[in-house]
């Protein structure tokens, strides 16, 4: 068993939240980071890495370069106790402070090779196809089916999404204008329609949507919401906290439950915010402050840090290298303009400098193995 050292944080989750959280505590405490991945991700940018090989070694970052003074426990996490957080590998990992980061469900592969070698096969796939179909109309599902049609305006692109409209995360207008500018640019968009891709395989070249329209594509992509990654918390003292969604209940410390030494940011939490990376940035920069005083010895309650939690004033959806749609409190704009704001590089280069590491310039080219 790895023993706790009277100052030990484990973090479980080396996403976008875990990985700044383990960065920031790493001098200030014996951090432990609980992973199965051998890396993070900066997840806004996974689509431009799809079809632009100059953004992909960019943004899949081994965790050895950035957490030079905290241990990796390359597992998941299957259980945990008031002192102990059990992991796939057998492992007892022993905390004094623990935070929960786990996210959502992903499939993902454990090296970061294998992890760039999955980029590739999608850029193959995207490259080889004459089209595609994209099963979702969120975020992912839009900003996807713009990257491809910006890049290759010659393919066929179908976008099939369960909704009535587009992007419900953001307003009607927004969702109006999205449409409006993907079949301004020749793509499909079916709503309120559903596909099946129970029995699909990477060969499936025909699909049937609910409304029975076939689509055929030669290569399909599935971009809607994946649940919480709670479930490793059933049968632990931490299920009381967990709601029917599978969001932790936290405090406005951020602490779970009001338990004094365990916290949870990002998307596991039950905060009333849009699930953005940059919101669960700002979660983890909270936790961290708070960390630090209590493993100074703070005991007072009122030292410690609150989230507030963002009201949705904003949000931007990145249309490829150039356009972008950002709803604003006063208005919503798409196009240029808005696309000028938003960096070409989809924040690559900010998150990297703030991770501590030095950045590769733009263009680039990956080496897979």
Known sequence: ??????????????GIAGALLAKTLQNHADVVLIDPKEYFEIPWANLRAKVDPAAVERTVIPHSDYL??????TAFAVGVDDSVVLTSIGRAVAYDFLVIATGRTCNRPQKQSERLEMFQHDKERIDGARSVLIVGGGPIGVELAAEIVMKSPEKRVTLVHGAPRLLKVMGARASAKALE???SKNVTVLLDQTVDLASATPDTREFTTSAGETVEADAHFV???????SGWLRGTLLREHVDEEGHIRVDDHLRVGGLRNVFAVGDITDVPEAKQGHLAQRQAMVVSRNLRLLVKGATREEKLHRYKPSPRTSMTVTLGHRDALAELPFMTLIGHIPGAVKPRDHFITRTRRMMGIKSKPYGTMPHVM
């Not at 030079?68 to 426990?73: I, R």
């Not at 971009?223 to 990654?229: D, F, K, N, S």
């Open 1 to 14: 068993m790895l023993r706790s050292t009277g100052d030990r944080v484990v973090i479980v989750g080396g």
């Open 68 to 73: 030079t003074h905290a241990k990796v426990v």
């Open 181 to 183: 500018w993907l079949r």
């Open 223 to 229: 971009c809607t919401g994946r649940p919480v990654a």
